[in-house]
C-alpha cells in the first residue's frame, strides 16, 4: 500500500464543501453579538438596570432567575 500525500489546507477545504454540496447543504454565515465586548456589556448593564428600576419586571425577572438556577437540582 502506498501512502497518500496530505492534501494542502485549501484543497481539503473544497473538497470538504464539494462533499457538502452534493449532499444538498449550503454554507450561512451568521455574525452574533461579540460578548466580551466592553460596549456589549455596558447595554446589558443598562438594560438589567432598567428593568430593575419597574416594579412589574420584578416578578418576572425573578421567575428566570429561579427557572436558570438548576444548582437545586
Excluded: H
Amino acid at each position: 500500500m502506498g501512502r497518500r500525500t496530505p492534501l494542502p489546507p485549501k484543497e481539503k477545504q473544497q473538497r470538504y464543501r464539494a462533499r457538502l454540496r452534493r449532499l444538498g447543504l449550503r454554507p450561512v454565515q451568521i455574525w452574533v453579538p461579540d460578548t466580551n465586548a466592553p460596549a456589549f456589556k455596558a447595554e446589558c448593564r443598562r438594560q438589567v438596570r432598567l428593568l430593575n428600576a419597574t416594579a412589574d419586571e420584578r416578578d418576572a425577572l425573578d421567575f428566570i432567575q429561579n427557572a436558570a438556577d438548576w444548582s437545586s437540582e
